[in-house]
């Protein structure tokens, strides 16, 4: 008897992978079990997509412990955060440091404005309420001499420093009087969220290394939710600002055409919500 093809199951695996580690640890097994005997369907993908979003909202509290809900929350909103903050840059890159702003629509304005004042509290609240957990495992890898782990966080530090060298090169060789063209700015952007990704994921990954506990890790992920409610603010300006764009500056840059603001909007609005349920997981783990 010959099991199902390996294509009847590959979606269903692969909508296996939005849940929580801890949650597929315990359980992954038998529901790919599961998806062999039945052959992974259009009704179990579906089923499986749509009880993802709770296993991370309310997650079972026998799984794990409340330090280590708030580790993965922080780990999985430090990704979010970075690539949700990534795309606010890009904005600004392309809208406010321009200087545009329609005639007879404040509205812009005043969005450029929340968005630069909630940038700036999510980065100081992420920065200075991380900063005791940071050093707490950076000292503890010191002390262990664990050289992946000082790699990992580390990273933050490292990987931009290694990018902005990268593209402070990049733009004396290619750009000209105008800056870099088009494809150049956007192989820059990519190349950017690349870096991001992997300056967020050092930290994570230290994180479930050494599994920190008590009080910086729970200042840290009171901080995380103080950085990602801000955060929601920012992309909330730039979801009105752009949407303002579109309706009252067509003829600016490619406001004209929906396909690529819609996309980035879509963009930022997944980005902002596995950003709210991550802080959220986490604040209320170490406030319970």
Do not use: K, N
Request: charged content about 10%; proline content about 7%.
């Amino acid at each position: 008897m010959t099991g199902p093809a390996p294509s009847a199951t590959l979606p269903a695996r692969v909508v296996l992978a939005l849940y929580p580690l801890s949650w597929r640890a315990r359980y992954g097994d038998e529901v790919r079990a599961l998806l062999d005997e039945s052959g992974g369907g259009a009704r179990a993908v579906a089923s499986l997509a749509w009880q993802a979003l709770p296993a991370w909202i309310w997650p079972p509290s026998h799984l794990h412990d409340r330090p280590a809900r708030m580790r993965a929350s922080l780990a999985t909103g430090l990704m979010s955060w970075s690539f949700l903050a990534g795309l606010g840059l890009v904005f600004a890159q392309l809208t406010q440091f321009q200087g545009y702003r329609p005639a007879g629509h404040p509205v812009i304005g005043w969005c450029y404005a929340v968005f630069d004042a909630a940038l700036a509290v999510s980065v100081l609240a992420a920065g200075l309420g991380g900063l005791p957990l940071w050093l707490l495992m950076l000292r503890r890898a010191r002390r262990d001499r664990s050289v992946p782990d000082l790699a990992f966080l580390l990273a933050p530090v490292a990987v931009p420093a290694v990018y902005l060298a990268a593209v402070r090169v990049t733009v004396r060789f290619v750009g000209g009087p105008g800056g870099v063209s088009p494809w150049w700015f956007l192989a820059v952007t990519v190349a950017g969220f690349g870096a991001a990704g992997l300056a967020a994921a050092g930290p994570g990954l230290a994180l479930r290394r050494l599994q920190p506990r008590g009080p910086a890790l729970r200042v840290a992920a009171t901080a995380g939710g103080v950085a990602g409610a801000a955060m929601l603010a920012a992309s909330a300006a730039v979801i009105v600002a752009v949407a303002g764009l579109c309706l009252w500056a067509p003829g600016f840059a490619g406001y004209h055409h929906a396909t690529l603001p819609g996309v980035f909007l879509a963009l930022v609005a997944v980005a902002a919500s596995v950003t709210a349920v991550s802080t959220a997981r986490g604040v209320r783990a170490a406030l319970a």
